[in-house]
């Protein structure tokens, strides 16, 4: 790994969580590490792999208030530069082994990264108590530093000087502990089936089943059309030394409109069902009013 890739590399986690709290642009994501970091090392398939694979995984998992998270976006960092630089760890491996671990313990980090953020909050309210904009200024531009050093020194101590430990890991993985590895290619696989659970489990399952069943038959029955098409283009391919066609797998931007189309039908179904539900109230509401009309109350007697 260059000098120049650890730099940018860190840099970018210094600044991604900035991104995060304030902006919000998409590149500090799981999907968009693995894009940059992947652009970085000069191989971004992997990137976005790893990217997609972590992203899957924290689909369920959000964070309130003060809470913290797993920092997914770090774990892709550091598994994408490991994976692409360091030979023999394939991108499963990078997954469950370094970017979960990861992901896990820089929820420490976060936690102080807020702590030490509440220095500059009390400086700020004893600059607003004496009316020093200026100081509020630079105390609020000062309060970044400790979320961004809490990213990008983690990194680069890891990029910098863990290379050979990473390293020596993935030859035990791919030599005498080879089960293991195989262990955890399979653990890495499952993860963004595991970000599905998490996410199925917090949605209004049992009131959308059916848009739930109907996804699923979708899906399927166009896998198996497209594979089967696929397979037979093949074998006519491999007959026919004329045939050129290519048959193109599953457009999976086709079954995500169909989701869009199927969710925009469910919110004009509730629109005009809160409309006639206002409807049925005035309604209501109306013929109330008419059968008290004429009744004397007891203000008035």
Same mark, same amino acid.
């Given at each position: ?140 531009? +000062?309060?970044? +530093? ?37 262990? +955890? ?117």
């Amino acid at each position: 790994m260059a000098w120049w890739q650890i730099i940018l590399i860190t840099l970018y986690s210094g600044v991604q969580i900035l991104d995060e709290l304030q902006i919000w642009s998409g590149l500090n994501t799981p999907i968009g590490a693995g894009f940059i970091v992947g652009l970085i090392m000069g191989n971004i398939p992997v990137g976005l792999f790893i990217g997609a694979s972590m992203q899957l995984m924290i689909l369920g998992v959000g964070t309130f208030g003060g809470a913290s998270r797993i920092d997914a976006t770090i774990g892709t960092v550091l598994a994408t530069a490991f994976s692409i630089s360091i030979h023999g760890m394939s991108p499963q491996v990078a997954i469950s082994s370094i970017a979960v671990p990861v992901a896990t313990i820089m929820i420490q980090l976060d936690i102080l990264a807020r702590f030490t953020n509440t220095y500059f909050a009390h400086r700020i309210d004893h600059d607003i108590e004496t009316f020093n904009y200026k100081g509020i200024e630079r105390n609020y531009l +000062l309060g970044a +530093l400790p979320w961004a050093l809490s990213r990008a020194i983690p990194v680069f101590l890891a990029l910098a000087f863990g290379r050979g430990l990473v390293q020596a890991i993935a030859n035990a993985l791919n030599g005498s502990w080879a089960w293991l590895g195989n262990g +955890l290619s399979l653990a890495g696989a499952t993860l963004p089936a595991v970000g599905f659970a998490i996410l199925l489990r917090y949605l209004p399952v049992k009131k959308h089943v059916a848009y739930l069943i109907l996804g699923f038959t979708i899906t399927t029955l166009f896998s198996v059309i497209f594979s089967n098409v696929q397979s037979l283009g093949t074998g006519i391919a491999t007959i026919s030394k004329g045939f050129s066609v290519k048959f193109n797998g599953m457009p999976m931007l086709a079954i995500a409109l169909l989701g869009f189309a199927l969710s925009i039908m469910h919110y004009k179904g509730s629109v005009n069902e809160d409309k006639e539900n206002v409807t049925k109230n005035a309604v209501k509401l109306a013929d109330s009013s008419d059968e008290t009309k004429g009744e004397i109350t007891d203000d008035e007697l």
